[in-house]
């Protein structure tokens, strides 16, 4: 039995007297972790930091915290843990999290009881916190209140100050590998990752239509900070020219600029020039999510988001890994917001196969690690590659193959190294980015030779509010709904009408808002398919407000 012995009045006093529960709502922990106005989080960061020495004792090993709000505006804040192995907290464990959110402070005791009761916690091991947050005005004193959590547990806090969430997810994995994955400090990060990059780029910096220059939004947040490193590092191998980046509190994080932005709007963000066919890119402002994009010569802007860099890496790692002569699992996970002509060349063209998962990257990650290799991007430009140890161990192996050619066993040491180019924790902007240069670079492409792989079908995103989200009900990763009893077949025959299309349903996980997704050949056709069901939900589902409209 553990030893549940622990200093409950210092709890009990930090929480009455420093950080009180002072919101009547309740908050619940998902993908994203926390995210609220950060005026209303004092206590939510005491009661995590009190969680996170928990899970630490619980797992034997040290967990992160990141406190980010990501993509969303300055206001707002977040608080995310990170589990051992640098990956997100585990689901059973974020019902610990919503409840330790919203208990009363008189009951806040008593809970702490009842988990360490229930999962035999030993209360007297001594564990380390590695704390990270983003640039917004509102993370120092949010992470003052979450390192008093820890210290009311006796936790060692360690702070690691302004850094991008995938740094932190790195650094947790990195310490409790006893540095076998890496340095758990921000050079030895972007050592790891230079030096891949480089090794990787040789001589040329320049090949075929790919120019070693890119232009960089960093959403005047954290990213835009660490990219001055990188640019460092990398020296003339990869020219960066960087927008948005300004220091801590003069620009506005993720106002009209960054990925989200870029995605949702489809458009140019402030600030950065529009030079036709330049290639460029942006992040979000805790540097997780990736979205490429350039202008034409009629001053339109094209997009290349999370599915084209998904299929671009998959079919690179593909040709890699068939070079090296070994027999290999590659797989790639997309979810119901991919766009139907990605997952049509992914099947018939490259003949990888295709995983679905539920919207959330943490359901992405978990498919992925199904395959020896696995490709996994949410559209938004959230994604990475993870790989199994195994295969790792395969690769190791086959260098002391002498049967193998010298062709071959240089192409195992080059996955080696773009294994060593991607942080395989969580989403990584940066280190995404220069993987995808590294691929552009190897073919001697232009963005716009990528962009012609494949054409995207044309689609449409529409919300219905209705009454209860709860009534609707998916399955089949959120592509087939199941309640109101018949909508999908309603859903179903609208779609029979239209050449290429698909539609989906989903209840929003925090509004009342049903999210409603359509494809057909035409732009007008994806509309109308899109407006078509809206009106169906809202008929179906108890709609509220105005009917849907185009």
Not at 35 to 54: E, N, P
Not at 357 to 362: N, P
Not at 388 to 410: D, I, M
Not at 439 to 449: A, E, P, T, Y
């Amino acid at each position: 039995m553990a030893n549940n012995h622990f200093n409950y009045k210092t709890v009990y006093a930090f929480a009455r007297e420093m950080h009180p529960k002072t919101e009547k709502f309740d908050v619940q922990y998902g993908t994203a972790g926390f995210r609220a106005k950060a005026s209303t989080l004092g206590y939510v960061m005491y009661r995590m930091g009190l969680l996170a020495v928990l899970r630490a004792r619980y797992k034997k090993g040290c967990v992160g915290v990141m406190i980010t709000a990501s993509h969303n505006p300055e206001p707002d804040n977040g608080v995310k843990l990170i589990d051992p192995c640098g990956e997100m907290l585990e689901q059973s464990w974020e019902l610990w999290a919503t409840k330790f959110a919203n208990v009363a402070d008189d009951e806040l005791v008593d809970v702490i009881h009842e988990i360490v009761s229930k999962l035999d916690i030993e209360m007297t091991q001594r564990v380390e916190i590695l704390v990270g947050k983003d640039t917004r005005p509102s993370s120092p004193s949010l992470a003052k209140a979450l390192c008093d959590g820890i210290l009311a547990l006796s936790g060692k806090p360690i702070d690691y100050g302004i850094v991008t969430t995938p740094q932190l997810h790195y650094f947790v994995y990195c310490k409790n590998s006893k540095h076998e994955y890496g340095i758990p400090t921000e050079e030895g990060y972007y050592t790891k990752l230079s030096n891949a990059f480089k090794k990787l780029r040789g001589e040329s910096f320049n090949n075929g239509n790919y120019f070693n220059k890119i232009l960089f939004d960093g959403a005047n947040g954290v990213g835009a900070k660490k990219i001055k490193y990188f640019q460092e590092c990398l020296g003339d191998s990869l020219k960066i020219e960087m927008y948005n980046d300004e220091l801590i509190g003069t620009g506005k994080l993720n106002f009209m600029c960054g990925a989200d932005y870029v995605k949702v709007k489809q458009t140019f963000p402030n600030g950065v020039p529009q030079i036709t066919e330049q290639r460029c890119c942006s992040v979000d402002g805790d540097a997780d999510r990736l979205i490429y994009y350039y202008l034409d010569e009629n001053k339109k802007c094209h997009l290349l988001d999370g599915d084209r860099i998904a299929i671009l890496i998959a079919e690179y790692l593909k040709e890699m890994v068939e070079s090296t002569g070994l027999e290999v699992d590659l797989g790639l996970v997309q979810t119901a917001y991919a766009n139907g002509a990605s997952t049509d060349y992914i099947t018939q063209k490259l003949k990888v196969p295709v995983s679905f998962a539920c919207t959330g990257i943490k359901y992405l990650h978990h498919e992925a690690q199904k395959f020896e290799i696995g490709v996994y991007f949410e559209a938004n430009g959230h994604g990475t590659i993870v790989f199994k140890k195994e295969f790792k161990e395969k690769l190791k192996l086959a260098l002391e193959n002498t049967s193998l050619s010298n062709e071959q066993h240089g192409a195992i040491k080059k996955v080696l190294t773009i294994i060593d180019l991607i942080n395989e924790t969580v989403g990584d902007a940066i280190s995404d980015m220069l993987l995808v240069e590294t691929i552009l670079h190897s073919k001697g492409w232009s963005i716009q030779d990528w962009e012609k792989k494949y054409t995207d079908l044309p689609n449409r995103l529409m919300k219905v509010s209705v009454k209860d989200r709860t009534q609707i009900t998916t399955t089949n990763s959120e592509r087939t709904c199941i309640k109101p009893d018949g909508l999908q077949d309603e859903i179903d025959t609208i779609v029979a009408r239209y050449k290429a299309g698909r539609s989906f349903v989903r209840p929003s996980g925090t509004e009342d808002l049903v999210r409603v997704y359509a494809e057909a050949i035409s732009q007008e056709e994806a509309d109308q398919l899109s407006l078509e069901v809206a009106l169906k939900v809202y008929d179906m589902a108890d709609g509220i407000g105005p009917k849907p409209s185009l």
